[in-house]
């Protein structure tokens, strides 16, 4: 895969585990772009959904949203699928594609283009993110055919060169830490990179 680059967007990706968000302080601070937990599974909403979307769009930020995969079945699949849109959307179109997290490595791998390719209809035809990891990707993600869809990857060894993943050559997002500081946020946060600049 390719390296990181100083001229890439950067951006966080948030839930409500980051508690009240100052996103003015974000956006001031040079990220230019935010993930937000929407969903996970077939029921939960992230209760600072809302806030988070509203916040970070008043601060002028790009905003997405990802919905955190459980994918036990086909069946259940498509229940998260419409549990997702259901969420969202009031609040779509947004200025990022939806993003599915896959990280737990019991996911039926049936399941996950069944989400996809749901959600990629219901977004005007374009591909949602697969946020996954090293491992996940080898357990879960093998199927080449995932390879059209861009890859939000988890990567932590910041001085390395990721390494090619399943069917990815390439990463469209990078994650590359989790234990990232940025104003505006207390504690500990995901910082993300994205492949190229974004703009409006």
């Not at 969202?88 to 996950?112: G, I, Q």
């Not at 069944?114 to 990891?133: C, E, M, T």
Request: net charge negative; charged share 20%.
């Amino acid at each position: 895969m390719q390296p990181r680059s100083l001229t890439n967007s950067k951006g966080v990706d948030v839930s409500h585990h980051q508690g009240d968000i100052d996103w003015k302080e974000v956006k001031n601070s040079g990220v230019s772009f935010a993930m937000i937990k929407a969903t996970e599974g077939h029921s939960f909403t992230d209760p600072k959904f809302e806030d988070n979307v509203k916040g970070a769009r008043q601060a002028g930020l790009l905003v997405g949203v990802y919905h955190f995969f459980h994918g036990e079945s086909i069946a259940k699949a498509e229940q998260e699928a419409a549990h997702f849109l259901q969420a969202v959307k009031n609040y779509a179109p947004f200025d990022l594609p939806y993003a599915l997290d896959v990280e737990n490595n019991r996911v039926d791998p049936a399941a996950v283009p069944v989400w996809l390719q749901a959600v990629r209809v219901s977004d005007h035809g374009r591909k949602p993110f697969i946020y996954s990891n090293p491992d996940t990707i080898a357990h879960c993600l093998k199927d080449r055919n995932l390879a059209e869809y861009p890859l939000w990857y988890a990567f932590y060894r910041q001085h390395e060169v990721p390494a090619n993943a399943g069917a990815w050559s390439q990463w469209t997002m990078l994650q590359y830490t989790d234990r990232g500081s940025v104003p505006g946020i207390a504690g500990h946060v995901d910082r993300n990179e994205y492949n190229g600049r974004l703009e409006r």
